[in-house]
């Protein structure tokens, strides 16, 4: 396959994982209006993604469940910011408006970039900035974030949250890119991520504890699956597989196309209206991401003594 065929299908595949994660905030919220504790729900997402990936792994493919040695690093990094971005989003979505939360957490591909220009002492190319611009500011008019911080006193706890998101954000894709590069298979490292962040939350909020009888209410029990297998399962594996073929930069910049495709869902599903400045947010996202796509990925990597 050509490298520039290959890089747009990873950067496809990011989008794709993006479109999953929005369908998950709209799944998530009906699930948060039934009684469900945002930590909780967390830790169920986790849970649930890693019992069939598990169950297939111990089945047919064994030899995954042991990733290199030189990859457990980066793997156990990729774990514990998995669990934490997924709480510090639900943290700052309860104590400010979602859409600043989420102009908040896709600040991550800027964080990148600046990571890469103090950490290679290289400066990522150009057009990487402009697509992190772009895109970061489409993501701010888009979720209305702009309005809304102008218009509140913001809560500080809420606002360090959000900032702890996008940290934890950049640092799952980092650390993901790494591990591929110190020889982990895509697979190997969403199992040993899923494997890491649910031994965290066994000990923050013990699984025994979860409030299994909410169950009952069939909205709430699809809502949980769904959370777990479409909302992080399945765009989990999309980006670690595109972190083979583009850079962790390149994979932030698309994956902002989240809020996008969030509101362009709560458009076609619950009947929200779209203003004038969403719309144009919008096209700023889809502008960066398709100026991304004018770097290779040799022109981003990080130096192979980061390997």
């Known amino acids: 396959m050509g490298g520039g065929r290959a890089i747009v299908l990873a950067t496809g595949a990011c989008v794709l994982a993006a479109t999953c994660w929005a369908a998950n905030a709209i799944i998530a919220a009906g699930a948060f209006e039934r009684g469900v504790d945002p930590g909780r729900l967390a830790e169920a997402r986790v849970v649930v993604a890693l019992v069939p990936l598990a169950f297939v792994l111990l089945l047919t493919r064994r030899d995954l469940v042991r990733p290199p040695r030189a990859a457990l690093g980066p793997l156990i990094g990729f774990g514990i910011s998995m669990m934490v971005v997924n709480w510090a989003y639900y943290v700052a979505i309860d104590r400010v408006p979602v859409g600043v939360a989420i102009s908040l957490q896709y600040t991550a591909p800027v964080l990148l970039l600046v990571g890469m220009a103090v950490v290679t002492r290289r400066f990522p190319p150009g057009v990487l900035w402009i697509a992190g611009g772009l895109t970061l500011a489409g993501a701010a008019l888009v979720s209305g974030a702009l309005g809304a911080a102008g218009a509140l006193d913001l809560d500080g706890l809420g606002l360090l949250a959000g900032v702890l998101s996008a940290v934890s954000f950049a640092g799952y894709l980092l650390s ?17 991520g899923f494997v890491v962040a649910v031994a965290l939350w066994a000990v923050v909020l013990p699984v025994w504890d979860w409030p299994f009888d909410r169950l009952a209410d069939p909205e709430v029990a699809w809502r949980v699956l769904a959370v777990g297998l ?24 698309a994956t902002t196309t989240e809020p996008v495709l969030a509101a362009a869902l709560a458009w076609l599903l619950l009947d929200q209206s779209l203003g004038a400045g969403q719309l144009i947010g919008g096209a700023l996202v889809v502008a960066g991401v398709l100026a991304a796509q004018l770097t290779s990925r040799s022109a981003v990597r990080a130096p192979e003594a980061l390997a």
């Open 230 to 253: 479409v909302g992080t399962l399945l765009p989990f594996a999309l980006v670690v597989a595109a972190l083979r073929l583009v850079t962790s930069a390149v994979a932030g910049i």
């Open 176 to 192: 993901a890119e790494l591990a591929g590069r110190r020889g982990s298979h895509p697979v190997s490292t969403l199992f040993i």
